[in-house]
T-cell receptor, first 116, second 108 residues
Framework: GAVVSQHPSWVICKSGTSVKIECRSLDFQATTMFWYRQFPKQSLMLMATSNEGSKATYEQGVEKDKFLINHASLTLSTLTVTSAHPEDSSFYIC????????????FGPGTRLTVT | GQQVMQIPQYQHVQEGEDFTTYCNSSTTLSNIQWYKQRPGGHPVFLIQLVKSGEVKKQKRLTFQFGEAKKNSSLHITATQTTDVGTYFCAGANYKLSFGAGTTVTVRA
């Protein structure tokens, strides 16, 4: 149980284009979903927290107009990186929780984004 | 804001030996969670500690939560090659704050 999928697993795009990443909870309803960014050999940096049907809460320093998050249902959240630049290249991981933000989180497999 | 520090950053262990990784929070936590990320993989939830002074075991892994609910430790006995990976602690209040992780390598 508690499986989270993420699509695509990797993507290469050109500077200036937008990329959408999907995160789905497959066997449970996710009250809260989270988006993280992870640089090589570093920890997870929380970008934003989203609850179904409401606006995402972004962490300090994360541009909400650049990283658009939509939590359309209890099983789906999307992250769109708009007007991507090479510095946006990273490993993006989503996670989902059945409860509040302080509950255990189940992580998706991640999406490796490379912007050329 | 809430900060979670984790040491050591790297741990190189001889197979069969024990090691401990430590986690400290700048604030009192409602719970602390531990995750393991294998090389090339994603974090996987290991355990959650909620009560002051709580100790939980999972086979060769022993997790402790401090009396003040501000620190935690993970102790692994008789390290095996399957223990390779990065272990993250995550302190929880209104959100999870991840430590920097301890990356474990094992020499046979």
């Amino acid at each position: 149980g508690a499986v989270v999928s993420q699509h695509p697993s990797w993507v290469i795009c050109k500077s200036g284009t937008s990329v959408k990443i999907e995160c789905r909870s497959l066997d449970f309803q996710a009250t809260t979903m989270f988006w993280y960014r992870q640089f090589p050999k570093q920890s997870l940096m929380l970008m934003a927290t989203s609850n179904e049907g409401s606006k995402a809460t972004y962490e300090q320093g994360v541009e909400k107009d650049k990283f658009l998050i939509n939590h359309a249902s209890l099983t789906l959240s999307t992250l769109t990186v708009t007007s991507a630049h090479p510095e946006d290249s990273s490993f993006y991981i989503c996670s989902a929780s059945e409860g509040r933000a302080s509950h255990e989180q189940y992580f998706g497999p991640g999406t490796r984004l490379t912007v050329t | 804001g809430q900060q979670v520090m984790q040491i050591p950053q790297y741990q190189h262990v001889q197979e069969g030996e024990d090691f401990t990784t430590y986690c400290n929070s700048s604030t009192t936590l409602s719970n602390i969670q531990w995750y393991k990320q294998r090389p090339g993989g994603h974090p996987v939830f290991l355990i959650q500690l909620v009560k002051s002074g709580e100790v939980k075991k999972q086979k060769r892994l022993t997790f402790q939560f401090g009396e003040a609910k501000k620190n935690s430790s993970l102790h692994i006995t008789a390290t095996q090659t399957t223990d390779v990976g990065t272990y993250f602690c995550a302190g929880a209040n209104y959100k999870l704050s991840f430590g920097a992780g301890t990356t474990v390598t094992v020499r046979a």
